[in-house]
Protein backbone atom coordinates (compact mmCIF):
# COMPACT_ATOMS: atom_id res chain seq x y z
CA UNK A 1 0.00 0.00 0.00
CA UNK A 2 2.91 2.66 0.78
CA UNK A 3 4.90 1.46 -2.26
CA UNK A 4 1.22 1.97 -4.66
CA UNK A 5 -0.30 4.71 -2.51
CA UNK A 6 2.39 6.28 -0.90
CA UNK A 7 0.55 5.53 2.56
CA UNK A 8 -0.42 2.70 5.07
CA UNK A 9 -3.91 4.59 5.78
CA UNK A 10 -5.91 1.81 4.56
CA UNK A 11 -3.76 -1.15 6.03
CA UNK A 12 -6.23 -1.40 9.42
CA UNK A 13 -6.84 -4.47 11.45
CA UNK A 14 -9.54 -6.04 8.84
CA UNK A 15 -7.22 -5.63 6.14
CA UNK A 16 -4.32 -7.94 8.02
CA UNK A 17 -7.34 -10.45 9.16
CA UNK A 18 -8.25 -10.26 5.54
CA UNK A 19 -4.75 -10.65 4.22
CA UNK A 20 -3.89 -13.56 6.50
CA UNK A 21 -7.37 -15.36 5.94
CA UNK A 22 -5.98 -15.38 2.10
CA UNK A 23 -3.07 -16.57 3.08
CA UNK A 24 -4.08 -19.31 4.85
CA UNK A 25 -6.39 -20.42 2.32
CA UNK A 26 -3.80 -20.70 -0.52
CA UNK A 27 -1.53 -22.59 1.94
CA UNK A 28 -4.21 -24.97 2.48
CA UNK A 29 -5.15 -25.00 -1.37
CA UNK A 30 -1.47 -25.95 -1.72
CA UNK A 31 -1.79 -28.80 0.35
CA UNK A 32 -4.64 -29.95 -0.76
CA UNK A 33 -3.24 -29.67 -4.51
CA UNK A 34 -0.27 -31.01 -3.67
CA UNK A 35 -2.09 -34.39 -2.09
CA UNK A 36 -3.91 -34.50 -5.25
CA UNK A 37 -1.03 -34.44 -7.11
CA UNK A 38 1.02 -36.72 -5.26
CA UNK A 39 -1.67 -39.44 -5.24
CA UNK A 40 -2.00 -39.33 -9.19
CA UNK A 41 1.57 -39.77 -9.69
CA UNK A 42 1.32 -42.66 -6.90
CA UNK A 43 -0.96 -44.52 -9.14
CA UNK A 44 0.22 -43.76 -12.09
CA UNK A 45 3.94 -44.28 -10.77
CA UNK A 46 5.51 -41.19 -12.45
CA UNK A 47 5.46 -37.11 -12.46
CA UNK A 48 4.32 -37.48 -16.02
CA UNK A 49 1.03 -39.31 -15.11
CA UNK A 50 0.20 -36.62 -12.89
CA UNK A 51 0.58 -33.58 -15.17
CA UNK A 52 -1.56 -35.48 -17.92
CA UNK A 53 -4.18 -36.10 -15.93
CA UNK A 54 -4.56 -33.28 -14.35
CA UNK A 55 -4.13 -31.23 -17.19
CA UNK A 56 -6.51 -33.23 -18.73
CA UNK A 57 -8.89 -33.27 -16.00
CA UNK A 58 -9.01 -28.92 -16.33
CA UNK A 59 -8.65 -28.40 -20.00
CA UNK A 60 -11.21 -31.18 -21.13
CA UNK A 61 -12.98 -32.90 -18.63
CA UNK A 62 -14.44 -30.35 -16.13
CA UNK A 63 -14.96 -27.63 -19.35
CA UNK A 64 -17.31 -30.58 -20.71
CA UNK A 65 -19.08 -31.82 -17.72
CA UNK A 66 -19.84 -27.72 -16.43
CA UNK A 67 -21.22 -26.79 -19.63
CA UNK A 68 -23.01 -30.50 -20.50
CA UNK A 69 -24.39 -31.28 -16.98
CA UNK A 70 -25.05 -27.74 -15.38
CA UNK A 71 -26.21 -29.87 -11.75
CA UNK A 72 -22.99 -31.53 -11.60
CA UNK A 73 -20.84 -27.87 -11.17
CA UNK A 74 -20.71 -28.18 -7.27
CA UNK A 75 -18.99 -31.09 -7.04
CA UNK A 76 -16.35 -29.53 -9.78
CA UNK A 77 -12.96 -28.87 -8.42
CA UNK A 78 -12.05 -25.31 -9.98
CA UNK A 79 -15.51 -23.88 -9.07
CA UNK A 80 -14.63 -25.22 -5.35
CA UNK A 81 -11.14 -23.77 -5.66
CA UNK A 82 -12.14 -20.39 -6.13
CA UNK A 83 -15.10 -19.90 -3.95
CA UNK A 84 -12.43 -21.41 -1.35
CA UNK A 85 -9.78 -19.43 -2.43
CA UNK A 86 -11.41 -16.33 -2.94
CA UNK A 87 -13.41 -16.55 0.37
CA UNK A 88 -16.72 -15.42 -1.12
CA UNK A 89 -19.37 -17.90 -1.09
CA UNK A 90 -20.94 -18.78 -4.54
CA UNK A 91 -23.65 -19.98 -6.15
CA UNK A 92 -23.38 -22.79 -7.94
CA UNK A 93 -25.98 -25.15 -10.31
CA UNK A 94 -28.52 -22.65 -10.31
CA UNK A 95 -29.71 -22.28 -6.90
CA UNK A 96 -27.31 -24.54 -5.00
CA UNK A 97 -25.07 -22.12 -2.55
CA UNK A 98 -21.93 -22.92 -1.56
CA UNK A 99 -19.79 -21.42 1.15
CA UNK A 100 -16.46 -20.95 2.05
CA UNK A 101 -16.20 -23.79 4.64
CA UNK A 102 -18.21 -25.74 2.59
CA UNK A 103 -15.78 -25.25 -0.42
CA UNK A 104 -12.86 -26.18 1.55
CA UNK A 105 -14.38 -29.24 3.52
CA UNK A 106 -15.21 -30.46 -0.01
CA UNK A 107 -12.01 -29.94 -0.94
CA UNK A 108 -10.00 -31.78 1.60
CA UNK A 109 -12.42 -34.32 1.28
CA UNK A 110 -11.61 -34.97 -2.22
CA UNK A 111 -7.52 -34.77 -1.65
CA UNK A 112 -8.09 -37.56 1.45
CA UNK A 113 -10.03 -39.60 -0.84
CA UNK A 114 -7.77 -39.81 -4.05
CA UNK A 115 -5.08 -40.24 -1.13
CA UNK A 116 -6.62 -43.43 -0.14
CA UNK A 117 -7.05 -44.31 -3.64
CA UNK A 118 -3.55 -44.02 -4.03
CA UNK A 119 -2.44 -45.42 -0.62
CA UNK A 120 -4.50 -48.84 -1.52
CA UNK A 121 -3.18 -49.19 -4.94
CA UNK A 122 0.44 -48.85 -3.58
CA UNK A 123 -0.20 -51.29 -0.89
CA UNK A 124 -1.48 -53.75 -3.19
CA UNK A 125 1.11 -53.37 -6.28
CA UNK A 126 4.40 -52.52 -4.58
CA UNK A 127 3.95 -54.01 -0.86
CA UNK A 128 2.22 -57.54 -1.54
Given at each position: ??L????????????????????????????????????????G?????????L??????????????????Q?W??????????????????????????????????F??????????????R???
Amino acid sequence: SALLHGTTAGADAAWWWSSAGVLLRALAMVAISSTIGFSIASVGRNTAAALAALLAYVVVIERVVAGLVTGWQRWLLIGNTAIFVSGTPATLSGSHNRSVAAAGLYLAAFAIGMYAVAAAVFQRRDVA
